[in-house]
C-alpha cells in the first residue's frame, strides 16, 4: 500500500499569505494525484486532478505541482473561505489511499 | 445537476452487518464508476472500495473479507455492505462518483452517513 505523508500538520497562516502544502508518497505515483479541500460538516471537494488540473470552478489561486513522489498545493493568496483541511489521494497503485491531512488555519 | 442521496440505518450493532445506499440522480450509474469511503470522526479518509461499470469490484485489502459493492441499475443505486461490524468502523460513510474527465478521481460526493457501532 502506498503511504501518503501530508506536511505540515498543521499550517497556521493570514489571510493574503501563500500557503504551500506537500505531500510525499511512500513510492511513484507518477502523475496520479488529486487534493482535496474539506470544511467542517461538509464533504469533500476536488480541488486539483493528475498532480496540477484544477477541477471545474476551483479558483486560479490553487494550483498543484510534483510527480512521482513529491506532490505540492499552492493556495497564492489566502481568501477566509480557504481555511480548511486538505487531503492528498493517489490513484497510482490499489488500494486508493489519502493522507492524514493539513489543516490551514487563520493565524 | 447530479446528486448522491445515501440512506440506511443510523445505528448497528456489533458483528451484525451495515447496509447503505446511495441514490444518484441527474445521470445514469451505469456510465461511471463509484466508490464508498469512510471518515471515522475526528480522523481521516479510508477508501473502502470500487465498483466499475462493468459491475467489477475493488476492494481495500483490509476490508476485503467483510465488503460487498454492488449496483441496482434499474433503480440507479450504488449498495455497500459490511459485515461483522465493530466499534472501529464507526465513521461517517460517504459515496462518491469517479469520473475519466476529472482522472479517474472523486468528483461528486454523498452527504454522507454517521454509523455508529454500538449494543
Known amino acids: 500500500e502506498i503511504v501518503l505523508t501530508q506536511s505540515p500538520a498543521t499550517l497556521s497562516l493570514s489571510p493574503g499569505e501563500r500557503a504551500t502544502l506537500s505531500c510525499r508518497a511512500s513510492q511513484s505515483v507518477g502523475s496520479s494525484l488529486a487534493w482535496y479541500q474539506q470544511k467542517p460538516g461538509q464533504t469533500p471537494r476536488l480541488l486539483i486532478s493528475d498532480a496540477s488540473n484544477r477541477a471545474a470552478g476551483i479558483p486560479a489561486r490553487f494550483s498543484g505541482s510534483g510527480s512521482g513522489t513529491d506532490f505540492t498545493l499552492t493556495i497564492s493568496s489566502l481568501e477566509p473561505e480557504d481555511f480548511a483541511v486538505y487531503y492528498c489521494q493517489q490513484r497510482g497503485n490499489w488500494p486508493l489511499t489519502f493522507g492524514q491531512a493539513t489543516r490551514l488555519e487563520i493565524k | 445537476q447530479v446528486q448522491l442521496q445515501q440512506s440506511g440505518p443510523g445505528l448497528v450493532k456489533p458483528s451484525e452487518t451495515l447496509s447503505l445506499t446511495c441514490t444518484v440522480s441527474?445521470?445514469?450509474?451505469?456510465?461511471?464508476?463509484w466508490s464508498w469511503i469512510r471518515q471515522p470522526p475526528g480522523k481521516g479518509l479510508e477508501w473502502i472500495g470500487e465498483i466499475q461499470k462493468s459491475g467489477s469490484t475493488i476492494y481495500n485489502p483490509s476490508l476485503k473479507s467483510r465488503v460487498t459493492i454492488s449496483l441496482d441499475t434499474s433503480k440507479n443505486q450504488i449498495s455497500l455492505k459490511l459485515s461483522s461490524v465493530t466499534a472501529a468502523d464507526t465513521a461517517i460513510y460517504y459515496c462518491a462518483r469517479v469520473s475519466r474527465t476529472t482522472g479517474w478521481y472523486f468528483d461528486y460526493w454523498g452527504q454522507g452517513t454517521l454509523v455508529p457501532v454500538s449494543s
Open positions: 441527474g445521470g445514469s450509474i451505469s456510465n461511471y464508476y
